[in-house]
Structure formats: C-alpha cells, structure tokens
C-alpha cells in the first residue's frame, strides 16, 4: 500500500469515525463486537492508514490522534443517547497508539527487506 492510498483511507476513516461517534445511537450499525474492543480495533485502524500515509510524522499522528479522540469523547455530552466515557477514551488512544506502532514495524520491515 502506498502512503497516498493510506492517507486517503485514513481520512475516510475520520469521516466515519466523527459520524458513527456523534451519530444518535440508533443510527450507528451492530457489529456484534464486544464494546471495548469495537472501539480499540476501530481506532487502530485509523492510526495504522495514517502510521502508514504518514510515516515521518508518527508523534504528530499520535498528538492529533488523541487530541481528536479527546475531543470527540467532550462532544458526545451534547449529543442525546450518547456518554462520553474514560474507557472509550482509553480503548481509543491505545488502539491510535497499536496502529501506529504496527504501521512502524511494518515500515522497519519493508526497510530492511530493500536493503
């Protein structure tokens, strides 16, 4: 996978991300995964697409990514059904954090294979 493709993946996925987490609660789709996990693997995928589309600014995807997380979470007090909660928080920013520190092995990797 290129990084464009990554970055582009990745910012769809913060699409989906803000608008299934500020949606109402009927409006987001069942996955039949476990809450929690919902929720870490969810954001792992965001930080691996933007670990990968932004390989050279790994800090700055993890600041904004949980700055974003952060936020999010706040502005679910206003929306009707939803809870803004810790766990998610924390769920979240370590499925941010496992993304991109896969998306870096798997740099590391392709690295020492081209040398």
Do not use: C
């Amino acid at each position: 996978m290129t990084a464009k493709v990554a970055r582009v993946a990745g910012w769809f996925l913060v699409v989906a991300v803000v608008v299934l987490t500020l949606a109402p609660p009927g409006l987001r789709p069942g996955t039949g995964v476990e809450h929690h996990l919902e929720h870490l693997l969810a954001f792992a995928l965001v930080g691996l697409m933007f670990g990968l589309g932004y390989p050279d600014r790994r800090l700055a995807v993890i600041v904004l990514g949980l700055t974003m997380i952060a936020v999010l979470e706040v502005l679910q007090l206003w929306v009707p059904g939803r809870h803004a909660r810790v766990s998610d928080f924390l769920m979240n920013s370590v499925g941010v954090l496992l993304g991109v520190a896969v998306a870096t092995l798997l740099r590391r990797m392709r690295t020492r294979r081209a040398s």
